[in-house]
């Protein structure tokens, strides 16, 4: 292209330096040489620009089917999650019951037992959209819905469930300070788990516990969306 575009300047160039020609024939053959270089640069341009785009939504698909991926595991690990927490909620409520005269059983404590020491923090499989958005390349996501339900689930809705879930986490560390200082064996084997959780102070401590409604409806939230987004995926390069 650039050889081409070199050979007709250089026509137009002796075209208008043969004294030979008339003026108006030097200004048609100069107009038509500056018309042909025109057409060439602007054609070059436009064949750049198609390669370029055709580059860039070959990134973009690469990237939306791996993201695809990575939310289908995601989904699984938010599922699990939001249905630990439910259980977790339910556990604190056994543990803070307040109907009177209630008394807590061992066989209860061993089967919520899980709940008094495990946290539960959610790791998103973040690290291909994150690599995407500090390249710079999220607006070349050309579906804008779609576009928009990615920052949405990556910037607005998981990080409210860490914020959520690590305040609940910093609330659970209580209750493992206090058992931790207060549960004792005794001789024959057994300890006094049961006083412990029914003290007042494990009772207040477990009763900021009872209450996960905003972490579930945050991992609701992030299960629905990014469903939504591999929907989107699926629609726009016809998968399933």
């Known amino acids: 292209m650039e050889n081409e575009i070199k050979d007709h300047t250089v026509k137009a160039y002796k075209a208008f330096k043969n004294p030979k020609l008339p003026f108006w024939h030097k200004v048609k053959e100069i107009g038509i040489e500056v ?14 620009d198609m390669s370029e785009h055709s580059h860039e939504q070959k990134d973009v698909k690469s990237f939306l089917i791996g993201l695809k991926q990575d939310l289908t595991t995601d989904i699984i690990q938010l599922k699990g999650d939001r249905d630990a927490y439910i259980s977790a909620g339910q556990a604190f409520n056994y543990f803070t019951t307040p ?17 008094l020491f495990n946290t539960t923090l959610f790791v998103p499989n973040n690290g291909r959209y994150e690599g995407f958005k500090s390249s710079g390349k999220l607006g070349n996501i050309e ?8 920052i949405v689930l990556y910037q607005g809705i998981i990080p409210a469930i860490q914020a959520s879930t690590n305040s609940y986490i910093q609330r659970k560390q209580f209750l493992l300070e206090y058992l931790n200082r207060s549960i004792k ?6 300890n006094n788990v049961l006083a ?8 207040n401590i477990d009763k900021t516990l009872t209450d996960v409604s905003e972490i579930t409806a945050s991992y609701n939230s992030a299960i629905k969306k990014s469903q939504q987004v591999i929907n989107e995926i699926n629609a726009d390069y016809d998968l399933k």
């Open 196 to 203: 412990v959780l029914s003290a007042d102070e494990g009772v």
């Open 143 to 150: 579906d804008d819905s779609l576009q928009n339900n990615i």
């Open 35 to 48: 018309g042909i270089i025109i057409f060439a640069v602007t054609l070059s341009i436009w064949f750049h």
């Open 185 to 190: 064996r005794s001789p024959d084997g057994n």
């Open 99 to 115: 109907t009177p005269g209630f008394k807590m059983s061992m066989d209860s404590v061993k089967k919520y037992q899980t709940y």
